[in-house]
Nanobody
């Protein structure tokens, strides 16, 4: 699976952005997809994930209630709608995908074998 992320940019605190991640090379419906984010000098942190079958979403505590992950299997695309953005949301956001993930593994970056190139989100105060 090849992933390509879009939609980052500069936004003021309280604003919104929608990230998109387009997949190619394998049926998208067969993998679990997720978003992670990373700031300089820190590890890649889990943001949200959505299973391939149930489509139930899972979120990091820091974004729950503000971010929404969704997927369109027909379009091979996963989205991250980010509302009420805060300066601490500033990071490079990566989409990721992996087959056969179980619930206990979805928050770990090492569980995913496919990664997009990252898109920068900057939230100004």
């Amino acid at each position: 699976v090849q992933l390509q992320a879009f939609g980052g940019g500069l936004v003021q605190a309280g604003g919104s952005l929608r990230l998109s991640c387009a997949a190619s090379g394998r049926p998208f419906s067969g993998v679990t997809t997720a978003w992670f984010r990373q700031t300089p000098g820190k590890e890649r942190d889990f943001v949200a994930a959505i299973f391939r079958t149930t489509t139930n979403p899972y979120y990091a505590t820091s974004v729950k209630g503000r971010f929404t992950i969704s997927r369109d299997n027909a379009e091979n695309t996963v989205y991250l709608q980010m509302n009420n953005l805060k300066p601490e949301d500033t990071a490079v956001y990566y989409c990721a995908a992996g087959p056969n993930l179980i619930l206990s593994s979805i928050r770990s970056a090492s569980s995913y074998i496919y990664w997009g190139q990252g898109t920068l989100v900057t939230v100004s105060s």
